[in-house]
């Protein structure tokens, strides 16, 4: 079971990216899969999650607007695009997914989210400057 993060990069503010989450060794629609970030000196955070449920997706409030989390099924891959970006969002950006299935976005935005969120791979630094 492995998630890999990728897709970052230097971007200037107000500028766009769009990283990827590819997962092996199970199928992403089982399972809550959430981005986190962890800025510099900061604790790492939950940005968005979506459901296996519905699908449904979830934003913290720093990024609701700006950032749009998908899954493609067939690639077996999360999306996070990110638009509008400011130097406040940068970070280094990493995927994880519920550690049961019976695990949805419930908790991701929690600072105890490491209790629910697993399979931690190699994140992805994305620098917001001019």
């Known amino acids: 079971v492995q998630l890999q993060a990728s897709g970052g990069g230097l971007v200037q503010p107000g500028g766009s990216l769009r990283l990827s989450c590819a997962a092996s060794?199970?199928?992403?629609?089982?399972?809550?899969i959430a981005w986190f970030r962890q800025a510099p000196g900061k604790e790492r955070e939950g940005v968005a999650c979506?459901?296996?449920?519905?699908?449904?997706?979830y934003y913290v409030d720093s990024v609701k607007g700006r950032f749009t989390i998908s899954r493609d099924n067939a690639r077996n891959t999360v999306y996070l695009q990110m638009d509008l970006l400011i130097p406040g969002d940068t970070a280094v950006y990493s995927c994880?997914?519920?550690?049961?299935?019976?695990?949805?976005?419930?908790?991701?935005?929690?600072?105890?989210?490491?209790?629910?969120?697993?399979?931690w791979g190699q994140g992805t630094l994305v620098t917001v400057s001019s």
């Open positions: 994880a997914k519920g550690l049961r299935r019976s695990i949805g976005c419930t908790y991701y935005s929690e600072s105890y989210h490491h209790r629910y969120y697993g399979s």
């Open positions: 979506i459901s296996s449920f519905d699908g449904t997706s």
């Open positions: 060794g199970f199928s992403l629609d089982e399972y809550a």
